[in-house]
């Protein structure tokens, strides 16, 4: 059984870093892309970033680029979100997700807060 979970979230002031993980288990995970998502208050849940299976990251959300980048740990089942110069905008529920012979696999999230 196939099981994300994120963590890493918490409050941060404008500026400031967090990085999140999201530790994958379960058959087959190294096989496939890792993304990330975020859902902010009243928005809808949108595509941040994504890392293959051989760890090239790509950032997909124009706000974000340059300031985040993703990677992951093939030893450690485990993919990372790294978040530097938060604004109170990046403020939102962070989700990793995994599509496995066309299911997708989702964490339960982890949430940012960031304050001006």
């Known amino acids: 059984q196939v099981q994300l979970v994120e963590s890493g979230g918490g409050l941060v002031q404008a500026g400031g870093s967090l990085r999140l993980s999201c530790a994958a288990s379960?058959?087959?995970?190294?096989?496939?892309?890792i993304e990330w998502y975020r859902q902010g208050p009243g928005k809808q849940r949108e595509l941040v970033a994504a890392v293959s299976s051989s760890g090239v990251g790509q950032t997909m959300l124009d706000s974000v680029k340059g300031r985040f980048t993703t990677s992951r740990d093939n030893v450690k089942n485990t993919a990372y979100l790294q978040m530097n110069s938060l604004k109170p905008e990046d403020t939102a529920v962070y989700y990793c997700?995994?599509?496995?012979?066309?299911?997708?696999?989702w964490g339960k999230g982890t949430r940012v807060l960031v304050s001006s």
């Open positions: 379960g058959s087959f995970v190294r096989l496939n892309a």
């Open positions: 997700k995994i599509r496995l012979w066309g299911v997708d696999y």
